[in-house]
């Protein structure tokens, strides 16, 4: 990575680093890395003016057809352009000849799309900053490897696969084949390569599974790492001839999270740390998550495959809990550490979007302090198969999270209106295409959503 620069030393820094393409690229709704590839030349220009684009990166389902059936804001039409902006604090050499940045979708105005992810979590930083708070954000990244390259996985139709590394083992299992380790070694190597920071990875509780941690930042160079570091493990997969997919369940064994830890800090001090427990500021944090939690599993799961880890001892919560030290509940909070006091939410599957989930927790953190919101008591002991009326459940199906999102107005309040009903329409288009071309409520994992999911989420 480099220091923020002008395009005149972007014109140099290219030169000087014998650059003949620039990958300017920004993530979607979907998650989707979205971009083009330029000539150096062109790149300067779009500094200021960004790279023009059809409005169906926002409004094209994983399936290339538009989605329809739901109130577009001012910035979408029949095809209009919207524009891509580079930040070039973010440009970084991502292999010989070549560069890659990334940036934020603005309208044909030049105003911050209010649907593009990146630009939803710079603005609740810049109101955490106002309220004198940074916040410090951490990643874990879950995905499966395959010994198959994608051509094979595609004929396949990305069924019986061969899990990298064998069937056997328990999460943190080190004998794994020499195919393994050449992946993820791959993988680390490159992360050095291209600046992604990174802290572990070890081998996960499914066949084939790994777990990758980057390490803690700002969050969105945290979620700038993210987007980056799915890419490399997609990249090295290609050229090592295997598979990796962020598919949240592929098969009936343990799914794929993506878990998010954060706190903030009050100038260089963590807010969140008190010597007993937690402190007031974390607290009232905790408060305004959980008012919000059931609403954010919306965007924390995003597809209908999402839903399938929702199940009771899979490793996701499935209520919404918090609890100090609990990793059964929706929130776990760690406490009583002057540097490792944070929370950890768990809901998110590894399909998730991460520049919009961080975004929903630190907005609705930021409002239970604001309006200094008590959580409830902490759940203590195993928050799964509880009998009923001991503690509310998380919606379970896509369907059930989208109307607790609608219902829900401290979460519009906090994002805004137009990112709100945006995401609706788009899921219930999700949901009328999967029980149009798909199947039906109890059917076990589809055709239809292998296709769609197993290569692009």
């Avoid at 900053?129 to 874990?140: D, K, L, P, T």
């Avoid at 987007?227 to 050229?239: C, D």
């Avoid at 509310?392 to 607790?404: H, M, Q």
Wanted: aromatic share 10%.
């Amino acid at each position: 990575m480099v220091d923020s620069i002008t395009a005149e030393q972007l014109r140099v820094w290219l030169a000087e680093h014998e650059i003949d393409m620039v990958r300017v690229e920004g993530t979607n709704l979907d998650s989707a890395l979205m971009g083009k590839v330029l000539s150096p030349a062109k790149a300067v220009g779009a500094v200021e003016s960004g790279i023009g684009m059809v409005d169906l990166v926002f409004g094209a389902d994983l399936d290339n057809t538009p989605q329809l059936g739901f109130a577009w804001p001012q910035w979408r039409g029949d095809m209009a352009d919207i524009f891509l902006r580079p930040d070039l604090s973010t440009l970084t050499r991502w292999g010989p000849g070549q560069a890659s940045v990334l940036g934020d979708f603005v309208d044909r105005w030049g105003n911050p799309l209010a649907v593009c992810p990146r630009n939803t979590l710079e603005r609740i930083c810049g109101r955490l900053a106002a309220h004198g708070y940074s916040a410090r954000v951490a990643i874990e990244i879950e995905a499966t490897v395959f010994e198959e390259d994608i051509h094979e996985a595609r004929r396949k139709g990305f069924r019986d696969l061969t899990p990298l590394g064998g069937k056997a083992g328990f999460c943190y299992h080190m004998p794994k084949d020499a195919r393994w380790h050449e992946y993820m070694t791959a993988v680390s190597r490159r992360f050095d390569e291209v600046g992604i920071p990174w802290d572990a990875w070890n081998d996960e509780a499914a066949w084939g599974q790994i777990e990758l941690n980057i390490s803690i930042s700002d969050p969105v160079a945290a979620c700038d790492y993210w987007t980056r570091a799915r890419q490399v493990m997609r990249e090295v997969a290609f050229e090592l001839g295997r598979t990796v997919t962020f598919m949240a369940k592929w098969c009936d064994g343990y799914g794929q999270a993506s878990h998010i830890n954060l706190s903030l800090a009050d100038g260089e001090d963590n807010a969140f740390y008190a010597e007993q427990g937690p402190s007031e500021v974390m607290r009232h944090f905790i408060g305004g998550v959980m008012q919000t939690v059931a609403p954010t599993t919306s965007l924390a799961l995003p597809w209908i495959t999402s839903y399938r880890r929702m199940r009771d001892f899979e490793g996701p919560p499935t209520t919404v809990t918090w609890g100090t030290g609990n990793k059964s509940t929706a929130i776990r909070a760690i406490v009583g550490h002057r540097a490792q006091s944070r929370i950890e939410y768990r809901v998110p599957g590894a399909d998730s979007n991460a520049y919009l989930t961080v975004a929903a927790v630190l907005a609705s953190g930021l409002h239970g302090i604001s309006e200094q919101i008590e959580p409830p008591q902490p759940f203590d002991g195993m928050a799964y198969l509880l009998p009923p009326g001991v503690v509310d459940y998380l919606p379970d199906t896509i369907g059930k999270a989208l109307a607790v999102l609608e219902d829900d107005t401290t979460l519009r309040t906090v994002l805004g209106d137009e990112l709100i009903d945006y995401w609706i329409g788009l899921k219930r288009w999700e949901w009328m295409q999967y029980h149009t071309d798909g199947g039906g409520p109890d059917d076990p994992l589809t055709e239809w959503e292998f296709t769609r999911y197993f290569e692009l989420v």
